[in-house]
């Protein structure tokens, strides 16, 4: 059992202890109690998030908005508090801690059909929707730059430079794929800087396995993992969504030729995403295939430049993890070239 559960107002005692999900960042376990109730505990990395106690202060002005807005008790998550009516732990080790009232519900890795993306994009668009009118200002920026692309490649140069584990030389294939494209991959925040795009209060970690869907009608119940909501892009909410479940590979797939991304899946979610987020602008409308490229591409900047300096950010299950990674996002991006246009279609199609 971890020890920190005992530190929550829990119903029952906990009887059960579990690893659950599969996040690259934090580390996720599920309690049952003998009182038939479930918990999720979830450690909060520090290393990724350096002030627990600012991001717990957004989780839970975020998850309170919500809650004015839906009817749903299952609509939105439910933070416990600690004993001493904190709504996160530290450990004597300085771990920290937090824990919420397990939904039930499921979560995929892949769609199991067009439907399961559409309801996903339910669940992204209605939440930027649900959150238009919150203040973005009284939100604390969890991780600094997070999806500022020309930030990324920045760190990037520089690891290059440093090349700290000698790694540099072995993946000039992917540094060159990269640097051709860093023009383009500055643009989104090029408009936002010059405030041509609106900043929004958005999730920034919209994969599709941070969606609770109902087991019985498969319909979106609600988000999940709301470290990163700050203020940013619609487009890379949108984009991320697609990077990550129009693909119709795993993200750290080795066959690189079943890498690609499927033109329905991507109609299904924008679909969605235009019907529960009513209000995007049409310049946003108008730019959304460029945020699924430029997400894609930012995400092999990343797990390229954790590659590079011995992977210390995303957690692996072997030396060359975030290297596969890497080569997986890049075919998607090569995928999404290709099919631009097709996609910039679709969204006329969609957006009537
Ligand atoms: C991380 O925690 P998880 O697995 O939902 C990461 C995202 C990446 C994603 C890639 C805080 O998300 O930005 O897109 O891995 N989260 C953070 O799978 O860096
Ligand atoms: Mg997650």
Redesign the pocket.
Same mark, same amino acid.
């Given at each position: 059992m971890e020890k920190a559960i005992y530190e929550f107002k829990i119903e029952g005692e906990p009887v059960g202890c579990k690893p659950f999900g /599969?996040? /690259? +960042?934090?580390r996720t376990f599920v309690v049952n109690t003998d009182a038939k109730k479930k918990y999720i505990l979830q450690q909060i990395n520090t290393y990724?998030f350096k002030n627990p106690a600012e991001l717990m202060e957004n989780v839970i002005a975020v998850t309170k908005h919500i809650k004015k807005k839906t009817d749903d008790p299952r609509g939105v998550l439910n933070f416990l508090k600690t004993k001493d009516g904190k709504f996160y732990y530290e450990d004597k080790d300085g771990q920290c801690w937090r824990c919420y009232e397990m939904v039930d519900g499921f979560c995929l890795e892949a769609p199991e059909t067009d439907e399961d993306f559409y309801e996903s994009a339910i669940a992204f668009g209605r939440f930027q929707q649900q959150l238009a009118d919150f203040p973005a200002d009284e939100l604390h920026e969890t +991780?600094p730059n997070f999806h500022n692309t020309p930030d990324r490649y920045r760190t990037l140069k520089e690891t290059i430079k440093k090349d700290p584990c000698g790694l540099v030389e072995s993946v000039q294939e992917e540094i060159d794929f990269v640097m051709e494209r860093e023009q383009d991959a500055g643009i989104i925040q090029k408009l936002l800087d010059d405030n041509e795009l609106p900043l929004r209060v958005t999730h920034? =970690?919209t994969?599709l396995?941070?969606v609770l869907l109902d087991a019985k009608t498969r319909k979106a119940l609600c988000v999940l =993992?709301l =470290?990163?909501v700050m203020p940013g892009t619609s487009l890379m909410d949108f984009g =991320?969504s697609i990077r !990550?479940g129009a693909a119709t590979a795993p993200?750290d797939t080795k066959e690189l030729d079943k890498m690609t991304m499927d033109l329905h899946l991507f109609e299904a979610y924008t679909k969605g995403f235009l019907e529960a987020c009513r209000s995007l602008t049409d310049r946003e409308i108008d730019l959304l295939p460029l945020g699924a490229k430029i997400a894609t591409l930012e995400?092999v900047v990343?797990f390229l430049t954790d590659y590079l300096d011995g992977s210390k950010? !995303?957690k692996i299950d072997y030396p060359e993890h975030n290297l596969v990674r890497t080569r997986a996002q890049l075919k998607l991006v090569k995928d999404m070239e290709d099919k631009f246009e097709k996609m910039q279609e679709i969204v006329k199609k969609c957006r009537k």
């Amino acid at each position: 059992m971890e020890k920190a559960i005992y530190e929550f107002k829990i119903e029952g005692e906990p009887v059960g202890c579990k690893p659950f999900g /599969h996040g /690259h +960042i934090n580390r996720t376990f599920v309690v049952n109690t003998d009182a038939k109730k479930k918990y999720i505990l979830q450690q909060i990395n520090t290393y990724v998030f350096k002030n627990p106690a600012e991001l717990m202060e957004n989780v839970i002005a975020v998850t309170k908005h919500i809650k004015k807005k839906t009817d749903d008790p299952r609509g939105v998550l439910n933070f416990l508090k600690t004993k001493d009516g904190k709504f996160y732990y530290e450990d004597k080790d300085g771990q920290c801690w937090r824990c919420y009232e397990m939904v039930d519900g499921f979560c995929l890795e892949a769609p199991e059909t067009d439907e399961d993306f559409y309801e996903s994009a339910i669940a992204f668009g209605r939440f930027q929707q649900q959150l238009a009118d919150f203040p973005a200002d009284e939100l604390h920026e969890t +991780i600094p730059n997070f999806h500022n692309t020309p930030d990324r490649y920045r760190t990037l140069k520089e690891t290059i430079k440093k090349d700290p584990c000698g790694l540099v030389e072995s993946v000039q294939e992917e540094i060159d794929f990269v640097m051709e494209r860093e023009q383009d991959a500055g643009i989104i925040q090029k408009l936002l800087d010059d405030n041509e795009l609106p900043l929004r209060v958005t999730h920034n =970690d919209t994969k599709l396995n941070n969606v609770l869907l109902d087991a019985k009608t498969r319909k979106a119940l609600c988000v999940l =993992d709301l =470290d990163t909501v700050m203020p940013g892009t619609s487009l890379m909410d949108f984009g =991320d969504s697609i990077r !990550f479940g129009a693909a119709t590979a795993p993200e750290d797939t080795k066959e690189l030729d079943k890498m690609t991304m499927d033109l329905h899946l991507f109609e299904a979610y924008t679909k969605g995403f235009l019907e529960a987020c009513r209000s995007l602008t049409d310049r946003e409308i108008d730019l959304l295939p460029l945020g699924a490229k430029i997400a894609t591409l930012e995400l092999v900047v990343r797990f390229l430049t954790d590659y590079l300096d011995g992977s210390k950010y !995303f957690k692996i299950d072997y030396p060359e993890h975030n290297l596969v990674r890497t080569r997986a996002q890049l075919k998607l991006v090569k995928d999404m070239e290709d099919k631009f246009e097709k996609m910039q279609e679709i969204v006329k199609k969609c957006r009537k």
